[in-house]
């Protein structure tokens, strides 16, 4: 497994003009979101490239939970500018745009749907040289300052789908602390359960050797291979930290420890699943955030619907947990203690329960939707929503338990209502 | 901080052909030392290069725990051959001496001194690109399938100094645990000393933000970055998995899964300390190797006197954890309780006292050497041995307490006799 380059530490940020010279680049596309283009993350970023003489240009107009059109028009910024380097602000959706971005501007002549996973691209391996990206996470959630993943939700097909490659993994992703601070409370809530499941979903994803087919090749192998002993040091690492400090830090924003250990988890818990994968949270997630009609969440500073990612992919989390705990029941156990269960007269064959009522209790304690109803879905959407979930299996065959419609219906199901 | 590209699991090794095909490779060199050049490790890697019909040149004449003048004797044949990969299967001595003779043959005019760590060598940082390199380690115990560290024994100073550079860091390590099921007990356990002391030394190294001076641009950092909450987790890893299996796995040659752990823990640790760096125990045993008067170890299938690596830097540790523990006494405790020691009823100020206490029961269970006396030294080397450690500030600046001559001195005296 690959892992990338990270610098940690309130503060680094102001390096990030060094870096810059470092590699040369002359032609700098910094990218960020119209909300935070006002915030302190972004003006930490700009003083660093004016007191190093950099030269870029800014584009603001990344849009929060990316679509097929957004990710274009980034991609057609970065053509026309003809970059010799990115530098990404933001969570995820400013993270995987200027990913996206990158990756089109380097192979100007590629069809969109080349580098989009199959079946709904055509998934093609990347052969053409990136240009170097720095990535400066702000939210602590995605980790895709440590991933080769990029998500975005194909409008016309109502459903979120990636591009998933080594190439497209950041150069360098500098995780300072201090960008957290002006996150409002939901957004550390929401960007902290996407936290909570990667842990969750790597450290019981299928093991590494036993998934089929194995590509006898390693050069054809996925970025996500299953469970694996070194994902599970991450996995573990990750999801012990969102036990103790996710709760601190979304109760108090001046909690500067519990904000800062969730920065690291994030990352730590991207490069755990950025090797092992996710599962059935994630692939249920990308229907459930295509298809949202009317949500408005509190504290997006957006003017369009969206299902925030982390929400859309907690929401389902008892249901699943409590379906595949059977495949793995001690992992499943080990993950509720951490979480707070008391295990010590647990039946293992309850391991499934066990997790899941510890996170409806987790999530209730946090004020979190009562499932997929609270959020504008009904029975009569299930369908739409299980057929949106078939095209995921490139995470959902990581499931530690294969499922079948009738599977994901039920799952769907279970979580309209939670508590 | 960057992390290599790590493949693990039995049987892997089957696919390097595979991989050398991958990376277009035409010529390749195959180095190992003599002794391994016989056994399974080199067997399987063989198999693999000619099911793939790889091109390759074998150098066996890797020097165990390598000089300048076995270095220099590699990089002769690297830059003869004109090789556009190299494989290295052996333990640390013949990666080590791989990445040098990859180094080298890649910049045809350097001199030796060019690359050598300062003060010792010119530290001149490496701009040349270097062919790939995949690392098959056989030992359990240096982790330099994962660092970017070569370590020599220079002969005319008698002390041993090393190669300090990202760029010789290998592009892929296999580590496939059935190598390790050849290796004699005496080497289990030395090399396993090895990876004990790189948990313990990263764990307890200087932290990051209190290096001093720091450079201001991150281009100019050293790879040994003092203790940090990435390394952190590699190394408490590593050191909870050496308590758990090194006894097992030294007692016990079929003991596969124990070997398998351990196999895994090398690395781990080497993670670890490649991104924090180790300290006393490492910077002490330089001169401990290098001042080696007819000391033979047991299970060395080698013809000159040596000490072992992993056994030069263990002997120390008693000591150098008693000095160092005021600096940080929480985690030395911490690591005394990981090691099997109930800490229940300890007071912090004996942090150092129940650590030490610890290893030595843990070397004496293990039938170590009883001290420097044991293989030949005397009170009156401890000047040369003093001598020989000033120049490894590159490693002793990160003890976590300074030391003055003074200290080396009674920690090399304390170490003399360990029971
Ligand atoms: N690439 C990957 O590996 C990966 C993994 C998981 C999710 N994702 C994707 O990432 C996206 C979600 O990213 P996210 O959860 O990081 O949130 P986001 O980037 O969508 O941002 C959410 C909102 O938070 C605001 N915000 C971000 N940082 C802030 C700060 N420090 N202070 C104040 N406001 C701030 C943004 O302006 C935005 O309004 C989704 O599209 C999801 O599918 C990608
Ligand atoms: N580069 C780094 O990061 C790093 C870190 C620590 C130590 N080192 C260096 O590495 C060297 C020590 O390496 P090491 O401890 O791995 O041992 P080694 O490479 O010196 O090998 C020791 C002996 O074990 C034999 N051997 C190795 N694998 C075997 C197997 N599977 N079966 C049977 N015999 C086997 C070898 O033939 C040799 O005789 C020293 O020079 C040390 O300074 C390097
Ligand atoms: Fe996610
Ligand atoms: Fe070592």
Chains 1, 2 share one sequence.
């Not at 990535?135 to 995605?142: H, N, S």
């Not at 994803?205 to 006898?216: D, K």
């Not at 996925?222 to 996995?235: E, F, H, K, L, R």
């Not at 059977?326 to 203690?337: D, K, S, T, V």
Request: with cysteine.
């Amino acid at each position: 497994m690959a892992i990338s380059n990270i610098r940690y530490g309130e503060g680094v940020t102001k390096e990030i003009g060094m870096d810059l010279q470092n590699l040369g680049a002359r032609r700098v596309c910094l990218m960020t979101d119209k909300n935070l283009s006002q915030l302190p993350p972004v003006t930490a970023v700009l003083n660093s490239l004016a007191k190093y003489g950099i030269n870029f240009q800014m584009y603001d107009n990344v849009r929060v939970e990316p679509t097929d059109q957004s990710f274009l028009d980034a991609i057609k910024f970065a053509k026309k500018g003809e970059f010799d380097a990115y530098v990404a602000v933001g969570g995820g959706s400013v993270i995987d745009t200027c990913k996206a971005a990158n990756l089109y501007a380097s192979g100007p002549m590629s069809d969109f749907l080349d580098y989009v996973n199959a079946p709904i691209g055509k998934g093609k391996p990347v052969s053409v040289p990136l240009k170097p990206l720095i990535a400066v996470p702000t939210t602590a959630g995605t980790g895709s300052e440590t991933t080769g993943v990029a998500i975005f939700d194909f409008k016309e097909l109502k459903v979120k789908t990636g591009i998933a490659s080594r190439a497209i993994k950041p150069t360098l992703g500098i995780i300072d602390p201090l960008h957290t601070l002006s996150m409002p409370e939901r957004i550390v809530a929401n960007s902290g359960f996407d936290v909570l499941c990667h842990a969750l979903e790597s450290y019981t994803a299928l093991p590494y050797n036993m998934r089929s087919p194995c590509p006898s090749n390693p050069i054809n192998r996925p970025a996500y291979q299953g469970s694996n002993p070194i994902s599970d040091v991450w996995a573990l690492h990750a999801l012990r930290i969102v036990a103790k400090y996710l709760k601190r830090a979304i109760r108090n924003p001046e909690d500067r420890e519990a904000r800062a250990k969730m920065h690291l988890a994030s990352a730590f818990a991207g490069i755990g699943f950025g090797n092992a994968g996710v599962h059935l949270c994630h692939g249920m997630s990308y229907p459930i955030s295509g298809l949202v009609k009317i949500y408005k969440p509190k504290d997006y500073n957006v003017d369009h619907s969206l299902v925030p990612h982390g929400l859309s992919v907690v929401l389902t989390s008892p249901a699943v947990f409590a379906f595949t705990a059977q495949m793995h029941p001690e992992r499943h156990l080990e993950a509720a203690e951490i979480l707070g269960a008391d295990i010590r007269t647990a039946r293992i064959k309850d391991a499934g329960f066990i997790l899941a009522d510890t996170l409806r209790k987790f999530l209730f304690d946090l004020n979190v939707d009562d499932g997929l109803a609270a959020i504008g879905y009904s029975k009569a959407d299930i369908p739409a929503l299980v057929k949106g979930t078939l095209p995921q299996e490139r995470v959902t065959k990581l499931s530690p338990r294969p499922q079948t419609e009738e599977d994901l219906s039920a799952l769907f199901e279970a979580s309209m209502k939670l508590y």
